[in-house]
């Protein structure tokens, strides 16, 4: 197994850990950028108002966007398992 193909390796590992944490992260934090605009345009600094709504995304996100990025991390697994015989030997 050469470096090149152990960076090849580490280099989708972290595409694809990008991707998962990307695709939470996004709309939790335009929902903390909305309820902060909120929050300022009404002065009210109460911290489980943020809290709140960014759970909720969250959670809404992990159920919609769940299955894709379960095939996700199946199709890299898969993929990394097929090409084990191609590192080793």
């Known amino acids: 197994m050469s470096p090149e193909d152990i960076l090849t390796i580490f280099q989708n590992a972290l595409n694809v850990m990008l991707m998962l944490i990307?695709?939470?992260?996004i709309p939790a934090l335009l929902a903390g950028l909305l309820v902060s605009m909120f929050q300022a345009a009404?002065?009210?600094n109460e911290m489980t108002l943020s809290f709140?709504?960014?759970l909720l995304v969250t959670v809404l996100t992990l159920m919609f966007a769940g299955p894709w990025m379960l095939g996700l991390l199946v199709d890299y697994t898969t993929q990394l398992i097929h090409d084990i015989p191609y590192l080793v030997g």
């Open 22 to 25: 990307l695709v939470v992260l």
């Open 42 to 44: 009404t002065q009210i």
């Open 52 to 54: 709140i709504p960014k």
